[in-house]
Nanobody
Framework: QVQVVESGGGLVQAGGSLRLSCAAS????????VGWYRQAPGKQREMVAT???????NYADSVKGRFTITRDSAKNTVYLQMNSLKPEDTAVYYC????????????WGQGTQVTVSS
């Protein structure tokens, strides 16, 4: 059974940093594109950053220059380094991994809360 697990959330003051991790339950899975998304209370889920198998990255305008997405393919783990955090970054952050086992499908993690205090 495929599991995607996020970690690294927490409470931080504005201007601070956090690093989120997203890991697949097995390193033998083929992990394709991975994306970080977030959902604030009362708002729709939005894309934050994505990274392709080849390392091509894409960011939401609101986080460009502050967030960095990277991947360790050997560990099937993707990271989101978040710097210069703002209160408006407060949300539940979700990871989506597109994984090929017998077919190709996107799998969501359970989410990790990030709270930025002013």
């Amino acid at each position: 059974q495929v599991q995607v697990v996020e970690s690294g959330g927490g409470l931080v003051q504005a201007g601070g940093s956090l690093r989120l991790s997203c890991a697949a339950s097995e390193t033998t899975f083929r992990v394709n594109e991975v994306g970080w998304y977030r959902q604030a209370p009362g708002k729709q889920r939005e894309m934050v950053a994505t990274i392709s198998t080849g390392g091509t990255t894409n960011y939401a305008d609101s986080v460009k220059g502050r967030f960095t997405i990277t991947r360790d393919s050997a560990k099937n783990t993707v990271y989101l380094q978040m710097n210069s955090l703002k209160p408006e970054d407060t949300a539940v952050y979700y990871c989506n991994m597109v994984i090929t086992i017998w077919g190709t499908k996107g799998y969501w993690g359970q989410g990790t809360q990030v709270t930025v205090s002013s």
